[in-house]
Structures are given as structure tokens and as C-alpha cells.
């Protein structure tokens, strides 16, 4: 018999983390680009900004050349940022957080494995010509559940809530983590601490 899951977190009742969701508005449009295998993560966190920020969309692909959705956005270039490292971007620096002079109308994020972002990234030249902004200063990351190929990687909705305090010089969006960490918290409780030292031990905080 398949899981009840609940319709506002998409998280199975059992695991339902509603009590934690909050209600945020981003500085900006958040348009995130989904790889197809991250629907099937059962600790996805895009569900989550889903659930807690607006306004926000969610396109699911590899390939966006043929996305109208996408291609509207590219029509003023200008207006829009993206979260991913380059040779030529523009860097964050989070520990000197203050209100951003030009803030994008759209800031794009990536979700995916670091192996599938930049599958994303390869796939879609029209990306390239957009501002990219690399963010620097993010801390240890509190993805304790989930393996990261690349140091210092963090998760979507961390890389999200950076993004949205540093535009905002505020740390008003550190309430994403309330669900965020509910979250975690159940998948360790539900692997066993034996289990979860075993195979994460040395990413606890």
C-alpha cells in the first residue's frame, strides 16, 4: 500500500514537518532548474522552499532550449542572475552581508547533484551570457543526510536563503532552515544514530 503523503510539505504523514513551515517573500523571482532525478529524492529541498517562499518556480528538464518559460525570462538578460561558479562571475560575500545595489528581478539556482548542475549548465548555452554570482562564505553546510561531490557544496534551499539574505542584507530568510533541519532531524532519527555516525560521522556539526 502506498505512503499517505501529506499534500502541503509532500513529505510522507509520518515525516510531516507542516508544524515547521514558514511563510516568506524573496527579494526577487527564485526559478529554479530541477534535474528530472531530483523528483525522486526523498530529501529533496526544493518541496520545501515550495511550501515556505514566494514568489518562486520550478522548472523540471535537462535541456531548457525550448522552454517558453525560460526563454521569456532571457528576454532581459539584465534583469536576471544566476547561482553557479564561473571564471567571470560576480562573487557574494556572505560575511559581509549588506542590501545588494541592483538586485535581479530572477535569480535562476541549479538543483542537482554537482555532477547534474553542471550537466544543466552545459546543456543550456543560453545560461551563459547571464550574470553569474558565486557565494562565498556559506559555513558548513547543514545537508548532514546527503553526500555532496564538491567541498563547500550546500543544499537548494541553503544556496536560496544565502542568496535571499545577502540581496536583502538581512538574515530574515534564516527561518528556511526550521523546516529544513526538521527534516534532517527525522532522517537521522529514522536510520538510527549508529548508522548515521557510520556513514555521515564526519559531516556532524
Not at 125 to 140: A, R
Amino acid at each position: 500500500m502506498p505512503r499517505k503523503i501529506c499534500e502541503n510539505c509532500q513529505r510522507p504523514i509520518a515525516v510531516c514537518i507542516c508544524e515547521h513551515l514558514v511563510s516568506l517573500e524573496a527579494p526577487c523571482k527564485i526559478v529554479i532548474l530541477q534535474h528530472p532525478s531530483e523528483q525522486k529524492q526523498a530529501l529533496a529541498t526544493v518541496p520545501i522552499l515550495q511550501a515556505c517562499l514566494t514568489p518562486l518556480t520550478v522548472l523540471v528538464g535537462e535541456d531548457f532550449t525550448q522552454s517558453q518559460a525560460l526563454l521569456q525570462l532571457l528576454h532581459s538578460p539584465e534583469d536576471v542572475a544566476i547561482v553557479f561558479p564561473t571564471d567571470h562571475g560576480e562573487v557574494w560575500d556572505l560575511e559581509h552581508v549588506n542590501p545588494a545595489l541592483n538586485i535581479p528581478k530572477t535569480l535562476i539556482v541549479l538543483d542537482g547533484t554537482w555532477r547534474k548542475a553542471k550537466l544543466i549548465w552545459h546543456k543550456n548555452p543560453c545560461l551563459h551570457s547571464l550574470k553569474s554570482v558565486f557565494l562565498k562564505g556559506m559555513g558548513e553546510s547543514q545537508y548532514v543526510v546527503r553526500s555532496s561531490s564538491i567541498e563547500g557544496g550546500v543544499s537548494t534551499l541553503e544556496a536560496v536563503m544565502h542568496s535571499c539574505n545577502y540581496l536583502t542584507g538581512t538574515q530574515r530568510f534564516d527561518p528556511l532552515l526550521n523546516p529544513f533541519n526538521a527534516m534532517v532531524d527525522w532522517q537521522i532519527k529514522k536510520m538510527g544514530k549508529e548508522t548515521f555516525l557510520a556513514h555521515y560521522g564526519n559531516k556532524e556539526n
